[in-house]
T-cell receptor, first 114, second 114 residues
């Protein structure tokens, strides 16, 4: 079946450093790739998304890159801050192309040390 | 603008019982998706509702059922509860019926089955 693999499962960085989280998807028909941040006791919050007709998208300290040929996409956070500490999930729309029917990765716990 | 709200926040049930979880979509959003998130895992798609009809279903048995009302709010019903149903149940809404818009999640209902 369709799946999304996410690495690493945990990531610890020093404040000010960059963090990179990588995901691989299985269905080449996937066309929508969001990233969500989930803090303790809360639901996932959309932080950035990218569609398959774009290779890169940036929003302040956050960027996402997409390699359709390799079926990889990555989240880049620069100048990390302690408040970036959370669990991050990548997701794919799968062959449905429906942005509401997402396939999520297993999550990456990011710890930013002050 | 009111976000996605879910009730109750926590619930404890006994194996074999039935449960109903409720969700109010974000203002202006007509599509609702439900997800199950087991501890330490990424959310898993249960089903989506649009125009009061089920619009796609994940790999969940028929004892998981739902409703959407004319005001776009939604319910998730689970019959014959099993221990493995213990999880965080997330509701998410989006403004586009065709599944072209990003999902906005509520903070979830934590269900514990004993």
């Amino acid at each position: 079946g369709e799946n999304v693999e996410q690495h690493p499962s945990t990531l610890s960085v020093q404040e000010g450093d960059s963090a990179v989280i990588k995901c691989t998807y299985s269905d080449s028909a996937s066309n929508y790739f969001p990233w969500y941040k989930q803090e303790l006791g809360k639901g996932p919050q959309l932080i950035i998304d990218i569609r398959s007709n774009v290779g890169e998208k940036k929003d302040q300290r956050i960027a996402v890159t997409l390699n359709k040929t390799a079926k990889h996409f990555s989240l880049h956070i620069t100048e990390t801050q302690p408040e970036d500490s959370a669990v991050y999930f990548c997701a794919s729309s799968g062959h449905s192309g429906n942005t509401g029917k997402l396939i999520f990765g297993q999550g990456t716990t990011l710890q930013v040390k002050p | 603008e009111t976000g996605v709200t879910q009730s109750p926040t926590h619930l404890i049930k006994t194996r074999g019982q039935q449960v109903t979880l409720r969700c109010s979509s974000q203002s202006g959003h007509n599509t609702v998706s439900w997800y199950q998130q087991a501890l330490g895992q990424g959310p898993q798609f249960i089903f989506q509702y649009y125009r009061e009809e089920e619009n796609g279903r994940g790999n969940f048995p028929p004892r998981f059922s739902g409703l959407q009302f004319p005001n776009y709010s939604s319910e998730l019903n689970v019959n014959a509860l099993e221990l493995d149903d213990s999880a965080l149940y997330l509701c998410a809404s989006s403004p586009g019926g065709a599944g072209n818009s990003p999902l906005h999640f509520g903070n979830g209902t934590r269900l514990t089955v004993t």
